[in-house]
């Protein structure tokens, strides 16, 4: 199958857009190496807004989302064909796990076995390893039309993928809701006693991912007292440390390049950035709640990121380096998107005092994630 241009890519977009009523559509997206099909499902709300997920890493493709004025525009990064995916992947809009975020040295132990997951950052294992959820073809299982079109993609893990034990079958449901609002529900089931947690990773930038203007402009709210400082090579030390006083307090509504290269603090020097787990509690909530709200004040675009989840990721888009061409023909640098990723702590397998990430058979590990959009 031959993947989508540029144009193609857009003028798909932009026609589902412009639909009047909530709709659910499937093309193809491209081949992978060894000729397995990748295909795009495209949701559109009814007053709108449309989402676009890819079957390689059940993958946000792209996100049109309207601003103050009404005009759309893509405010999630990526690439506008198979290619670059399979070149350069970066995460881009990807389903991250089994486990999301970094394991220190690639090992955890479980019930008295320790068990080695490929190092894929350095001395540490990110975001599963080397083949990770990300890099994978996922099943369409069923899509949805009606008030809230919806995709259900589905993964089979097998035992000892990555150096995880047990089979993981995972499910990925997207749905876009009549207001515009995305959600990504993850759940996951296991035959033996393992390690999971699951998150999303797409990249967003308020103002367009072509836009002229990075998304370090926008401004930021992560409603947490504390963070989780780390290591030079990004692993928590275990503290939890209060946020009051540092370049690491968002409790109110702050710019993000007003600090984000404020070498005085060590922590910002080991990231080059924010590359940081927030603690917005310190255990599972009993409903989502807001977890992050962003703002760019120059289209009016706000999202909110809610989640059940204890902690938040928050990464400034530090390594992106002029070596990518996205959707619109620009080139992504440092600074031009910010990631939110709801999840438990990083490296929690290997630290009791975070919790827990552990999943038995019978159970159902579960992280609903809401991207909640309007204009101001």
């Not at 309207?66 to 064909?81: I, Q, S």
């Not at 599963?128 to 039309?145: A, C, I, R």
């Amino acid at each position: 199958m031959k993947a989508w241009t540029i144009a193609a890519a857009t003028a798909a977009c932009l026609a589902a857009t412009s639909a009047s009523a909530a709709d659910v559509a499937r093309r193809p997206f491209g081949t992978m190496p060894d000729g397995t099909p990748v295909e795009a499902i495209t949701l559109t709300s009814a007053q709108g807004n449309a989402v676009t997920v890819i079957t390689l890493g059940a993958s946000v493709q792209s996100l049109f989302v309207k601003d103050r004025a009404g005009k759309l525009a893509d405010v999630a990064l990526g690439y506008p064909d198979l290619a670059g995916y399979i070149a350069k992947p970066n995460f881009f809009g990807a389903t991250v796990g089994r486990v999301a975020n970094r394991i220190a040295k690639g090992r955890f132990t479980l019930d008295g076995k320790e068990y080695r997951t490929p190092l894929s950052d350095g001395p540490n294992s990110l975001h599963g390893g080397t083949k990770g959820f990300d890099k994978v073809v996922w099943q369409v299982v069923s899509t949805s039309g009606g008030a809230k079109p919806s995709v259900t993609l589905r993964y089979v893990s097998p035992d000892g993928d990555q150096g995880y034990p047990g089979t993981l079958t995972t499910t990925a449901v997207y749905a876009i809701d009549a207001r515009g609002n995305v959600s990504v529900s993850y759940t996951a089931t296991t035959d033996k006693p393992t390690v999971v947690n699951i998150s999303n990773h797409t990249y967003w930038n308020l103002a367009g991912e072509g836009s002229e203007r990075g998304a370090l402009g926008e401004l930021l709210t992560i409603p947490a007292d504390e963070y989780t400082p780390t290591d030079a090579t990004s692993i928590p030390t275990g503290e939890f440390r209060k946020v009051a006083g540092t370049v690491f307090d968002f409790r109110k509504a702050t710019v993000i390049n007003a600090r984000v290269r404020d070498a005085s603090d060590p922590q910002i020097r080991y990231g080059r950035g924010y590359d940081h787990n927030w603690v917005v509690s310190r255990t599972m909530a009993p409903a989502p709640r807001v977890m992050a709200r962003v703002e760019d004040p120059a289209s009016g675009r706000v999202m909110e990121v809610l989640s059940r989840e204890p902690g938040i990721q928050f990464y400034s888009g530090n390594f992106l380096d002029g070596t990518i061409t996205g959707k619109a023909g620009h080139i992504y640098r440092e600074g031009d998107a910010i990631v939110l990723e709801p999840q438990m702590f990083p490296d929690t397998p290997n630290r009791p005092s975070f919790g827990s990430v552990r999943l038995e058979p019978g159970q159902t590990y579960r992280n609903d994630i809401e991207f909640r959009f309007s204009a101001r």
